[in-house]
Each structure stands twice: as structure tokens, then as C-alpha cells.
């Protein structure tokens, strides 16, 4: 059971216009949200975060939306540069006490073409 | 540089054989997680730790594998009798509280 999906396993973007990823949940007690960056080789690089109160995070080029009646998160990136082609995952927990377990979906792999 | 570390880095072992892995948390991170990643699979959780105490575990961990963390410090993770289907990136990550996981750079274990 994929209670985090990334639908869109690849994206290609040109330099310099926006990139989206997407990614819907389905258990509806997840009420914080994460994006990881990963490069081959390296572990997953925290990125940005979301607390279901919002329904907007921004952090530079990076900001991601919330959607919830829709169950839906996107991470946009603008402008988009080289150093973005990665793989990116989207996280949900929920924010009892005692469960800090991260859902992972399973990633959208970002090129950008220069 | 004080992220997080993981050792070995690789690890390749005959099926039946036992291994384990090493992870240094950020110091002063009193919550450190443990996940397996399969290819073209995200991160799938297994247990996680705040301080000594073990406060969670998935059933992804079956009775093969141990986690442990003695002092509140490192941590190990210990799997017997290995399976070819224990071949994965066991990654190691750590938090203070609540705040976000940092990830270190995984173990990725060959099972032949």
C-alpha cells in the first residue's frame, strides 16, 4: 500500500523555466511534509518542508504548495539550474509524539537541460 | 565536516554470512532512524532510536535483524543469516526531536 506517490517517475526541464514535481497522499493523519534532494552516491539532502497549518512553504528558488482536500503537494523550483538534476523524493509523517517515521514516495528522477 | 557517517560504505557478503553496519549520528541529535532503500524504491523505514531507547520498529525487521544503541551515541545494525533479498542502501539518519532528518550516505549491502 504506496500512501506516498510520485506519479512521474522522470522530469526534464530547461534551464532557467520551472520545474514541478508532484505527489499525492493518501492517509489522511500525515500532517507534515518533506522534500529530499538526492544525488547518486549520497544520501537523501533535506530540501524543504511543509506543516499541514500552511498551505505555502518558500525558501528561494525552492517553494513547495500544500494542498489539502486534494491530498496533493507540489515542489516547484524556479529557475531551474544543472545543479537541480537529482532525485527528488517527497516524505510524509504525522506529528504525534512517538511516530517521527518518514513515508517516502518513490522519487521523480529532475534533469535539467542546459 | 559533522554530518552524518556510515560504515562500510560497501559491503559484499555470501548469503547465511552476518553483518553489521555502523552509523555516527550529528552529535548532538538524540533521534537516529534507520531506512533500506531498494532500487527504484524510496526510502522504507525500519526502527528508530531517541537516545538508547528503541521506540519503534517496522515489520520490515524481521527477527534476522537487531538495531542497537548503547550509549545514546553510534548506532549498529546487525543482520544474520543474510538473504540475496537483504541486497539494498541501508541508510542512516538523525534529528534533534522532532526537527528534520539528515541522512548520511548509506551502506550498500551485495548479498551473493
Known amino acids: 500500500d504506496q500512501q506516498v506517490k510520485q506519479n512521474s517517475p522522470s522530469l526534464s526541464v530547461q534551464e532557467g523555466r520551472i520545474s514541478i514535481l508532484n505527489c499525492d497522499y493518501t492517509?489522511?493523519?500525515?500532517?507534515?511534509f518533506l522534500w529530499y534532494k538526492k544525488y547518486p552516491a549520497e544520501g537523501p539532502t533535506f530540501l524543504i518542508s511543509?506543516?499541514?497549518?500552511?498551505d505555502k512553504n518558500e525558501d528561494g528558488r525552492f517553494t513547495v504548495f500544500l494542498n489539502k482536500s486534494a491530498k496533493h503537494l507540489s515542489l516547484h523550483i524556479v529557475p531551474s539550474q544543472p545543479g537541480d538534476s537529482a532525485v527528488y523524493f517527497c516524505?510524509?509523517?504525522?506529528?504525534?509524539?512517538?511516530?517521527?517515521?518518514?513515508?517516502f514516495g518513490t522519487g521523480t528522477r529532475l534533469t535539467i537541460i542546459p | 565536516d559533522t554530518g552524518v557517517s556510515q560504515n562500510p560504505r560497501h559491503k559484499i557478503t555470501k548469503r547465511g554470512q552476518n553483518v553489521t553496519f555502523r552509523c555516527d549520528p550529528i552529535?548532538?541529535?538524540?533521534?537516529l532512524y534507520w531506512y533500506r532503500q531498494t532500487l527504484g524504491q524510496g526510502p522504507e523505514f525500519l526502527t528508530y532510536?531517541?537516545?538508547?531507547?528503541?521506540?519503534?520498529k517496522s515489520r520490515l525487521l524481521s527477527d534476522r535483524f537487531s538495531a542497537e544503541r548503547p550509549k545514546g551515541s553510534f548506532s549498529t545494525l546487525e543482520i544474520q543469516r543474510t538473504e540475496q533479498g537483504d541486497s539494498a542502501m541501508y541508510l542512516c539518519?538523525?534529528?534533534?526531536?522532532?526537527?528534520?532528518?539528515?541522512f548520511g550516505p548509506g551502506t550498500r549491502l551485495t548479498v551473493t
Open positions: 532510536f531517541q537516545n538508547e531507547a528503541q521506540l519503534e
Open positions: 516524505a510524509a509523517k504525522t506529528s504525534n509524539f512517538g511516530n517521527e517515521k518518514l513515508t
Open positions: 511543509i506543516s499541514s497549518i500552511k
Open positions: 552529535s548532538e541529535h538524540n533521534r
Open positions: 492517509n489522511s493523519m500525515f500532517d507534515y
Open positions: 539518519a538523525s534529528s534533534l526531536g522532532v526537527d528534520e532528518q539528515y
